[in-house]
């Protein structure tokens, strides 16, 4: 009654109750059944009642039916593995079988039911419906849970949920089969949609099956998609020609995501071409034959359909535009993701591609001709209307790259030949544009940033020639492309421009001459990596100039829209630096030494937090994230170009700089700094530091004993609180050293970061040497260790101050007796549970639990500059 009179159908009405009678009781009964008549009444009683609600027309009453689905689905699948235990296995019960029919019965319902409305795609002009999205992804997770029996296939196991999950799969691969082959000019969209949920668990069928792996019917669980998912992008290519672009729109879509999410599937069967057996090559052909379309339905989804039909409604963002033609929760064309994912799943698929149309390179390059074409009739920074976002361009620029270096036909020539044509035709123009005097034309800066990116969506071998091309072949452009755009990306850091669609422009320029060199990580020459450290050292040298403009200065770069977390950060040069460094260790590392002065000069600047967006804490973050990098190097036999001198001065001089920001941090809230402090350490530069100190300790004895003499000879300290043993500087550099993690302990650093203590200390012995008395001594040494009494403050600490921190000025011999002994202990223990008891040791002596604004741990920043 109250599912057919809408009588308060929400959670705690009657609906409600019954679906939460279902999630209680048809669990229990399938674990503990009585085989009672009334038992089994009442259970097929509920199950009917719920697949009422699984169908019904109201959403939020269909969302009730979700939860039971899945916990019946659990416990029967537990009940069918204990059965599969008994010696010989035992079939499924009549209850268990109508369980397993009911939950496909409710599915199935739910998938029917969360169909597009008749008119939704013929309003492109208004917003997304989210909540119609958020259901179709809970109707793909429930048919992925029912019909997922990855893990026993990845066993050997899989006739473990035969009766369950894999009978579920075939009947809802029938279904689907059935509902597209209605003989409709294209089938319905929720059937497609059904069945490109079905992926996860057939891409592992199939790559079991590509291993040798058989059993029973396995063979028509994957030739049953495949030629169904061929038959729908047939009717997309039919329908091209006779029916409306917005009828088409839901189908070209989701036959484009199943194809996407069906690659590994596809990957792994069309290997079985050269099979002996006649099953194999049967299931090859249909795979072949469903990639050939798939190409063409792709190729015909990108000329047709556009990727956004309306202008955003978030402001500048690019994201999550009204009426877009785009995947839920992707960023680009499906069309184009589909190519993508075809091309690049693996070398004998992308040969498959090629060898069903040899023209394929040169059809591709066709395409993004008349996509570029399209582009250059949009005003500035406009991406909807007809054709796709420049970013999905690229994709299929890379793409193409890909098929015309695995093409070796009669038509591999011509099209490498319009693909360089293209590339040095952008390097050219580049080269032209740049060397206008008019540096403040923001069309013309825009013209660039579009070449740069485009360049950066080629091959990495293709995108080196721009730096050590061979030949003297536009060898004046790609000089002067080099040079130009490098120019250029100094002059925004001049504060020279105060346009704000300049500067907008100029900053994307910064993201693509990254993308640029991001993209050729694997092959850059050094005149790449020369470009990297001068426009790094631009950006360093802009971060001080506009510290030494004061707290409360303005800037026109460094502010939310420009460079920052939001947009562009700083350091993004040095964090590209880390990231070539796995690929060209011996050019990044030196890169990395050539910018230390500069990056640390920057880090270090005493400027409180200003009012201008702070570039110092990424700038932070990407040097001591880059920095992770090398001491990974050091000591590997393989690596030995990383262990020298001016690796270890680099790696020395930085766990300084990492030291003194942590010393000048005040912890008294009830007096006003003496000096300026610095830039903030509450956030991600501080996680970065921190796992930066712990690998920097474990280098061992020698690597400490070169940042504690380093770091001696950067503070007076107070004779009289050293004692005669530790005249040594490297002693005194140590307990400098310890002093700077007992102030962080003391209240420096947030609570998140005082979790990590214990860790940060277990690495700190073993720079010790693990040797307790060495330990110890320091420990004592950082305690009492005193800055001197005849310089001016550091930072927070002012004039024969404890550099530990107040906590420890009056702190009494038996207590400081007690709490060496206990650092002893966890020494003498050096296991994981004894320096967690020395971190509540420590923090009890510091004065216990420190209140911070940040309580969680922070995220490490983005560097994605790729959609800006």
């Not at 969302?63 to 659990?74: G, K, R, W």
């Not at 029938?174 to 949609?193: D, R």
């Not at 005669?724 to 420096?748: C, K, M």
């Amino acid at each position: 009654y109250a599912l057919t009179h809408s009588v308060d159908t929400g959670g705690e009405g009657p609906v409600g109750c019954l679906t939460a009678c279902a999630n209680a009781c048809l669990p229990h009964w399938l674990r503990y059944s009585s085989s009672s008549s009334e038992e089994a009444a009442l259970s097929v009683s509920i199950m009917e009642l719920v697949q009422e609600v699984a169908s019904h027309s109201d959403r939020n009453v269909r969302v009730l039916a979700y939860e039971p689905i899945f916990a019946a689905n659990s416990a029967l699948l537990e009940v069918a593995r204990a059965r599969y235990s008994h010696v010989p296995p035992q079939q499924l019960t009549e209850l268990e079988s109508t369980v397993a029919n009911h939950i496909f019965q409710c599915t199935m319902r739910l998938a029917t039911s969360c169909e597009y409305p008749a008119a939704y795609f013929m309003k492109m002009n208004e917003d997304n419906d989210e909540e119609i999205e958020i259901e179709r992804n809970d109707v793909r997770d429930l048919i992925r849970s029912i019909c997922g029996c990855e893990g026993d296939v990845a066993k050997g196991k899989a006739s473990i949920p035969m009766d369950v999950s894999v009978g579920i799969l075939k009947r809802v691969i029938q279904i689907c089969s059935e509902a597209c082959n209605n003989g409709a000019s294209l089938p319905p969209e929720t059937a497609v949609h059904a069945l490109s949920a079905l992926a996860k668990p057939l891409n592992v069928f199939a790559e079991a099956y590509a291993e040798s792996y058989r059993c029973e019917g396995i063979s028509e669980i994957l030739v049953i998609p495949i030629r169904t998912l061929e038959r729908v992008h047939k009717s997309v290519i039919a329908a091209f020609e006779t029916l409306p672009i917005i009828e088409i729109f839901p189908v070209s879509r989701l036959s484009n995501l199943a194809t996407a999410a069906f690659v590994p599937a596809l990957s792994a069967l069309c290997q079985l071409e050269a099979s002996s057996n006649e099953t194999d090559r049967a299931l090859s052909e249909a795979t072949c034959n469903a990639v050939g379309v798939s190409v063409h339905a792709a190729a015909l989804s990108i000329v047709h359909i556009p990727e956004l039909t309306a202008e955003s409604t978030l402001d500048h963002s690019p994201f999550d535009i009204r009426g877009c033609f785009r995947s839920p929760g992707g960023e680009d064309h499906v069309g184009c993701l589909t190519l993508s994912r075809l091309a690049f799943e693996s070398n004998e698929l992308a040969r498959i591609m090629v060898s069903l149309s040899p023209s394929l390179g040169l059809e591709l390059c066709k395409l993004h001709k008349e996509l570029k074409a399209i582009e250059n009739e949009r005003p500035r920074g406009i991406s909807h209307g007809k054709g796709v976002t420049a970013k999905s361009r690229r994709i299929l620029v890379n793409t193409l790259c890909r098929i015309v270096h695995m093409d070796s036909g009669p038509g591999q020539q011509e099209a490498s030949e319009v693909l360089h044509e293209l590339f040095y035709s952008l390097i050219v123009s580049t080269a032209e544009l740049s060397s206008s005097q008019n540096a403040g034309d923001v069309e013309r800066m825009y013209r660039i940033t579009g070449n740069v990116l485009d360049l950066s969506a080629f091959s990495p071998s293709l995108i080196s020639e721009i730096f050590d091309g061979i030949g003297s072949e536009h060898r004046t452009a790609r000089d002067q492309f080099l040079s130009g755009v490098v120019t250029m990306c100094r002059y925004g850091y001049s504060f020279a421009v105060h346009d704000d669609d300049v500067v907008i422009e100029w900053n994307r320029l910064r993201g693509a001459i990254v993308s640029l060199f991001r993209a050729a990580a694997c092959r850059l020459p050094s005149k790449a990596f020369d470009a990297i450290v001068l426009l790094n050292r631009c950006e360093c040298e802009a971060i001080v100039s506009q510290c030494e403009l004061g707290a409360l200065s303005a800037s026109p770069i460094f502010n939310e829209s420009v460079i920052s977390e939001s947009s562009i950060p700083s350091g993004i040069f040095i964090h590209l630096l880390g990231e070539i460094i796995e690929k060209q260790q011996d050019k990044g590392i030196m890169a990395l030494e050539v910018a230390k002065s500069v990056v640390l000069q920057a880090i270090l600047h005493e400027c409180p937090e200003p009012s201008f967006v702070d570039p110092r804490p990424t700038l932070c973050e990407a040097w001591f994230q880059s920095l992770i990098q090398v001491t990974s190097l050091i000591g590997s036999p393989a690596n030995h170009i990383a262990d020298n001198d001016s690796t270890r001065t680099l790696l020395a001089d930085s766990c300084c700089v990492a030291v003194l920001l942590f010393l000048r941090v005040p912890l008294r809230r009830d007096r006003k700094p003496p000096n300026h402090l610095g830039m903030s350490l509450d956030g991600p530069q501080t996680r970065a530091m921190l796992s930066f100190l712990e690998s920097y300790f474990c280098l061992g004895p020698h690597a400490l004993r070169a940042a504690a003499v380093s770091l001696r000879y950067r503070l007076d300290l107070d004779t009289e609180s050293l004692d005669s043993v530790t005249g040594d500087p490297a002693s005194q550099g140590v307990g400098i050293l310890g002093a700077s993690l007992i102030r962080a302990a003391s209240g420096g650093l947030p609570p998140w970061a005082i979790e990590g203590i214990p860790s940060l200390y277990s690495s700190l012995y073993v720079g010790c040497g693990n040797d307790t008395e060495v330990f110890s001594r320091m420990m004592k040494l950082s305690i009492n260790i005193r800055l001197s009494k005849s310089i001016n403050a550091f930072g927070a600490i002012l004039p024969g101050e404890l550099l530990a921190g107040h906590y420890f000025e009056c702190i009494r011999e038996a207590s400081m007796a007690t709490f060496i002994e206990k650092t002893r202990d966890a020494c003498r223990s050096n296991n994981p549970e004894g320096w967690r008891k020395f971190k509540v040791v420590l923090k009890q002596s510091c004065g216990g639990k420190k209140k911070s604004s940040l309580s969680l741990k922070p995220s490490f920043t983005t560097w994605d500059v790729d959609r800006i």
